[in-house]
């Protein structure tokens, strides 16, 4: 058996394994604002696996002003009751001339210490196999203050001078197999409720200011209802 065999190979049992994240399609949020001379697209998806009770809700978004712009290509929020939501981030922007790709993933609120070294160890070795030090890229997420208030375990992978609208096609099939790692463990709480407060309250103020020193008119309204829609908690399904 040759390399390539015994790596698809390998593969397709890996997937089999895990945990299926992605259920039916169960909302569609689609829209658009202009706000003086900036334009903000959304396209959000929610899924719902009635099966493992899991929410994914992954969304497209691009905030354009000119020749400028913050385009999130991909980016997903997963929560199950009883772990640590799955938070990504994945961006390419141009803004004051200068280019920028980057990518994060966490899990913010994290408790459990079993929860924290599965999702370490697993992104440690798939970082490996592509030349990137998963302890290097994760060590400014851990010593941000954030991590001490709530908890969080994950990394940010930065590429200045690069547009890649692919960035997260790179990064997500290794963090969800990570993220369904965690799910396959014992359960433990989880204030999720505290990153959603922090999101929709502090972390749109601070992006609102993000975006307009970069230039772009963006609302601290339209901000937080961003947020709301891609993140707050749902009704329970029947």
Known sequence: MNIISFYILTTAREETSMIRLKGKLIGNYNYTYSYKDTKVTH???????AENKIRYVELKKETKKGKNFVRLPKSIWITKDGYPPLSTDGAAKVAHGKKLSLFFAGLPTVQSKEHIKIFDDVLRNELRKIG????QLS???????????????GFIY?????????????????????????????????PV?????????????VEFHLFKDEGFDVPLSAQRAFFTMMMDDREPEE
């Open 132 to 135: 990137l030090d998963y302890n």
């Open 139 to 153: 060590k400014s997420l851990k010593e941000r203050p954030v991590a001490k208030e709530v908890g969080i375990t």
């Open 43 to 49: 396209k959000i998806k929610e899924y719902y696996n």
């Open 193 to 205: 409720h505290l990153w959603r407060e922090r999101i929709i309250g502090k972390q749109a103020i």
């Open 158 to 190: 930065q590429k200045p001078g690069e547009i890649n609208n692919k960035i997260s096609d790179k990064f997500l099939p290794m963090v969800l197999k990570a993220y369904s790692r965690v799910l396959e463990s014992e359960p433990a709480k989880c």
